[in-house]
């Protein structure tokens, strides 16, 4: 279990709200790429959760049995604890999403994965909280393949509460492999036109935020092992 002194308030400094609100778009788009559609025998975990919109939002699309999100901020848990109304959503402040140990059939972490400090650790929490053969979902977008990169780096560093880590495709995948998931991996490429900003506070240029929605949105799938 992490300290507590290591929890902190919220993670994005110009407010998780905000955050939760450009998130939403994105949330919709995994959703079209996750096979799984009956969800209703299903326990599902959302490691990063912030302030739980995600679980809600899927309910919504596709109800499942139960659902619990875990996150290191301790206001954002508190908001989403207030939000969840009847459904059936549990919020915890922790890092050990083991503790639930071989609960989940499915588990999503979305933008979570490039501010982990320590990718093999996570994958064998992920392994302890999945069942045999559950699944597990996790979205990456290679940043450090892309001309911004310095760009992006700062804004995240500045408003984070969490430095930003630079992994490779294959850093993360190895992680996996090395606790016996089958791991693959697709790109999000976007099926609508591109919404752009006149002036993007990620981007240096059009062609950059391109690069970034159709090469460097990935997705993964990673199953993890019926037996040790």
């Not at 959760?49 to 139960?66: A, I, M, S, V």
């Not at 619990?68 to 954002?76: K, P, V, Y």
């Not at 500045?158 to 294959?170: G, K, R, W």
Request: with cysteine; aromatic share 14%; charged share 25%.
């Amino acid at each position: 279990m992490i300290k507590e002194d290591q929890f902190y308030k919220v993670w994005w400094q110009e407010g998780d709200q905000s955050m939760e609100d450009t998130h939403i778009p994105h949330w919709k788009r995994v959703l079209k790429f996750i096979p799984e559609e009956d969800l209703r025998s299903c326990s599902v975990l959302d490691f990063g959760c912030n302030q739980g919109g995600f679980l809600r939002l899927l309910y919504e699309e596709r109800p499942y049995k139960e659902a619990i999100g875990t996150d290191l901020a301790s206001e954002s848990i508190a908001i989403a604890n207030s939000r969840k109304n009847q459904l059936p959503i549990r919020y915890v402040l922790t890092s050990s999403p083991e503790q639930f140990e071989h609960r989940f059939d499915i588990a999503f972490s979305l933008a979570v994965m490039y501010l982990l400090p320590n990718l093999e650790a996570h994958a064998r929490q992920i392994k302890k909280a999945l069942k045999p053969g559950g699944v597990y979902y996790a979205t990456y977008a290679d940043y450090p393949s892309n001309p911004s990169f310095l760009r992006i780096k700062e804004k995240i560093n500045t408003n984070s509460a969490i430095p930003m880590q630079e992994y490779s495709l294959d850093e993360i995948a190895d992680a996996f492999f090395k606790e016996g998931f089958k791991v693959s991996i697709r790109r999000m490429l976007p099926v609508d036109f591109v919404e752009l900003a006149q002036a993007s506070v990620w981007y240096e240029c059009v062609a950059d935020h391109l690069k970034y929605a159709y090469e460097q949105a990935y997705i993964f799938r990673l199953i993890a092992p019926t037996e040790d």
